[in-house]
């Protein structure tokens, strides 16, 4: 889809119902709940390794360290140097791998929304031709929310709906650059801000008490249910391009 088509459709975009969204949301997380389970699990099996990798030497060598002042030998530098370069480059890696990962969800939801069959691909943001454009968006989406927070809270407040908003423009306008995919999700954004806000709001409170009556563990199949109004208001504003070579591109990718 063209920019421009994209910039009418938000601007001539219709009013939104909280209830049929909810509702919608509901009857949508019935058949992805898997899949938002699945994608955490990815998570959790990226940072273990990490975790593993760079804590564990760390505790070892501040145990060694007090046990036995010295016990570095004047390397004291070059290990803090070590450990904080390593934690940089996890939290950059599981920024880009969240973010990819966050995107391949709301591409898979359409499947499941729209009756494709296919395969579910994760992984499909982090591999070529995407995978640069991914870490450029990811780096976007992490500068803009701490930019928001240096200037307090409430522009973070703010931002965060056109940032949610910018991981769904990705998933179905891959073609688009950077920078208007940014433009198109602040334009979405503004134009309904408190809807999107409101409802993601309500979601997310949902699945949270619902995970925990699962005895908390249960947060984790739940916690995609707050992501799927995003998608239903994607939809509902910008709607996807019904062309049945597509779909069936979709469905064999």
């Given amino acids: 889809m063209l920019f421009a088509e994209i910039q009418q459709k938000i601007k001539y975009a ?11 949301s509901i009857e949508l997380f019935k058949k992805v709940w898997l899949q938002g ?11 273990i390794p ?30 803090v140097i070590f450990f904080v370069t390593a934690y940089l480059l996890f939290v ?13 969800l709301f591409r898979i939801m359409r499947q499941k929304d729209m009756g494709i069959i296919g395969k579910d691909d994760y992984f499909f943001f982090l ?13 976007a989406y992490f500068g803009i929310s701490l930019l928001a927070m240096l200037l307090c809270m409430f522009p973070l407040i703010y931002v965060m709906v056109p ?15 950077n920078s208007n995919l940014i433009k198109a999700s602040f334009d ?7 809807i999107t806000f409101g409802i993601t709001l309500v979601a997310g409170f949902m699945a949270q ?33 019904e062309d049945v070579a597509e779909l069936k591109q979709i469905g064999n990718d």
């Fill in 209 to 241: 008490m619902v995970g925990m009556l699962m005895c908390g563990i249960g947060i984790l199949a739940t916690a995609s249910f707050a992501a799927i109004p995003l998608y239903l208001i994607y939809k509902e504003v910008i709607g996807f391009d």
């Fill in 163 to 177: 940032l949610n908003l910018l991981v769904v423009m990705y998933a179905f306008n891959p073609e688009i650059s």
């Fill in 188 to 194: 979405l954004g503004n134009k309904k801000w408190f």
């Fill in 92 to 104: 950059f890696i599981m920024l880009v791998v969240t973010f990819g990962l966050k995107v391949g």
């Fill in 50 to 79: 990490f975790m593993i990798v760079i804590y564990v030497p760390m505790v070892f060598f501040s145990i060694a360290d007090t046990e036995s002042p010295g016990f570095f030998g004047g390397w004291e530098a070059i290990a």
């Fill in 14 to 24: 219709k009013q939104l119902d909280f209830g049929n969204l909810l509702n919608e």
């Fill in 37 to 47: 389970l699945l994608m955490l699990l990815i998570i959790v099996a990226f940072v």
């Fill in 127 to 139: 591999r070529k031709p995407y995978l640069s454009k991914t870490i450029n968006l990811s780096l």
